[in-house]
């Protein structure tokens, strides 16, 4: 006896258009082009057309209170700066800033990790404490150790005169103002580093102490033997954010010394600052930032190499 098999409106699919196949049939590399096309199109709003809008800017003398229009003028600005020696010493006393604060908030940050790191039954309240100068306002923090150097009622000479030694002018002495704002600088960005380090002090297994205590190791060794070498990336990618905002140092001394005595506290950023803010100097103080950011770059590719040639 012969079946008769039916069929409902709604067993019957319909094929998709043609002009949706190839969409609907993306390889793994289109999808990912696909997928990765917003995020390109913001970053692109927001950093690459200010950036090559500021390197446009550069070459065009254009100061607003000139009352003239803008002029072409080249490389002009870039020429000024070799024969500008507040461009020199900004950026020296930039360099210097990064190469005293950026170790020395890595070695507290990786000691404030580790005590953070440490199984105690409290361990909330230190870790805690590492959010606050992190959570802290940078200019609030200017203001704050501002107080604490002030020669006459701050709480350092304070300090020392209590201890019998002589209370120290701070912002009138060019090395002191300068140790004063790296000794801010590092206590701010500390807790930062080591929020960075902790995370990467989780993610090492247990068992490899446990291991080496079997083996006989001791702390020391384990510090340098599995600690350390398992926070390289950790600490790498905290020396690239530090170093990184370390080179556009600008609320810590402007805020404690303005950039005195004179000029000897300035940065490269509170430079830029005071040409394009104050004296509304366009031009010279976007060829300033250009070659900022192009410093800030070069770094940033100095530490990646470093990444890549450890792997």
Not at 24 to 52: E, K, M, N, T, W
Not at 170 to 188: E, G, H, V, Y
Request: glycine share 6%; net charge neutral; aromatic share 12%.
């Amino acid at each position: 006896m012969a079946t008769t098999t039916t069929f409902k409106a709604t067993d019957i699919q319909e094929a998709p258009p043609a002009g949706w196949t190839r969409w609907l049939d993306l390889s793994d590399r289109s999808l990912a082009v696909l997928l990765l096309a917003p995020a390109a199109i913001l970053l692109a709003l927001i950093i690459v057309y200010p950036v090559c809008r500021l390197a446009y800017t550069s070459l065009f003398n254009l100061s607003l209170t000139s009352g003239l229009p803008a002029e072409f003028v080249g490389l002009e600005n870039y020429r000024l700066m070799i024969d500008d020696p507040v461009f020199w010493e900004t950026t020296w006393n930039t360099v210097l800033i990064t190469l005293i604060t950026v170790p020395g908030a890595l070695l507290v940050g990786l000691c404030l990790a580790l005590m953070a790191n440490l199984p105690f039954a409290m361990q909330w309240p230190v870790r805690l404490s590492l959010l606050i100068p992190w959570a802290l306002p940078l200019s609030f923090a200017g203001l704050i150790f501002a107080w604490f150097f002030h020669s006459e009622y701050g709480v350092v000479n304070d300090v020392l005169n209590r201890f019998g030694f002589e209370g120290i002018i701070w912002f009138n002495s060019p090395n002191w103002a300068f140790a004063a704002i790296c000794l801010t600088i590092i206590w701010k960005t500390s807790s930062f580093m080591a929020l960075i380090i902790l995370a990467g002090l989780q993610t090492i297994p247990r068992s490899l102490y446990e291991a080496a205590d079997v083996d006989g190791a001791g702390r020391l060794r384990q510090f340098f033997e599995i600690t350390l070498p398992l926070l390289k990336p950790s600490i790498v990618v905290a020396l690239i954010f530090r170093t990184i905002t370390a080179l556009q140092t600008f609320d810590i001394p402007y805020m404690m010394t303005g950039g005195g005595p004179g000029t000897s506290t300035s940065t490269l950023a509170m430079y830029i600052h005071q040409n394009t803010v104050s004296f509304l100097d366009l031009g010279y103080g976007s060829a300033l930032a250009v070659v900022m950011f192009a410093l800030s770059m070069c770094v940033t590719a100095v530490y990646l190499r470093m990444i890549r040639t450890k792997e």
